[in-house]
Nanobody
Framework: QVHLVESGGGSVQAGGSLRLSCTVS???????MGWFRQAPGKEREGIAS????????AYTDSVKGRFTVSHDNAKNTVYLEMNSLKPEDTGMYYC???????????????????WGQGTQVTVSS
């Protein structure tokens, strides 16, 4: 059984920073961890992923250079460091786990099988 719990969301002004955490409990370590966000009225989109074995990361264009995904195996935790936040970054942020992946982890929600409950991020202008 797998549980993912996100934390670290909140309200910040544009230009600010937040660090999200996702603590994972599992029987078998996932190959990929992804971060997704869903803005009101929009589809859930993948924004960052990390291949656990190699730390290879992938980002959607809108967050490149501003967000950084990392993990700490000892703490079973994946992080999303978010800097230079913009109002369009507002949304519910979810972490997700996948046990498939050959070195590059996708940003497609259908490739992930386990999800957390989400944490809200609100960026004001």
């Amino acid at each position: 059984q797998v549980h993912l719990v996100e934390s670290g969301g909140g309200s910040v002004q544009a230009g600010g920073s937040l660090r999200l955490s996702c603590t994972v409990s599992f029987n078998y370590y996932p190959a990929c961890m992804g971060w997704f966000r869903q803005a009101p009225g929009k589809e859930r989109e993948g924004i960052a992923s990390i291949y656990i074995r190699s730390d290879f990361t992938a980002y959607t264009d809108s967050v490149k250079g501003r967000f950084t995904v990392s993990h700490d195996n000892a703490k079973n935790t994946v992080y999303l460091e978010m800097n230079s936040l913009k109002p369009e970054d507002t949304g519910m942020y979810y972490c997700a786990a996948s046990w498939s992946g050959g070195g590059v982890c996708s940003l497609f929600r259908d490739d992930y099988s386990s999800w957390g409950q989400g944490t809200q991020v609100t960026v004001s202008s």
